[in-house]
């Protein structure tokens, strides 16, 4: 069972969504034990307005909204890291 979870809002429209999902790829590929789900807001926007989410790309970490727009690698890692 995965320790966290990253949900990340994306839509197809978004031009800085397709960075922020290397850098959840790439983070998830180094870190075990982090589950993640995309969710595209014009798919599900149900499942934005539950967060309050307003902009793309937003990564919400086991249910909390931690960013808005794409994180460095690093911010996500440091973001896991204190949630492990």
């Not at 990253?6 to 397709?18: A, G, Q, R």
């Not at 034990?33 to 595209?40: A, L, P």
């Not at 937003?58 to 960013?67: M, Y």
């Amino acid at each position: 069972m995965a320790k966290v979870k990253i949900e990340l809002f994306t839509s197809p429209m978004c031009p800085h969504c397709p960075a922020a999902k290397r850098v959840v790829e790439e983070v998830v590929s180094e870190i075990p034990d982090v589950e993640v789900e995309y969710i595209n807001v014009m798919e599900n926007p149900q499942k934005a307005m539950e967060y309050g989410i307003m902009a793309v790309p937003t990564i919400v970490i086991n249910g909390e909204v931690e960013f808005i727009g794409a994180p460095t690698k690093e911010a996500l890692i440091e973001a896991i890291k204190k949630r492990l």
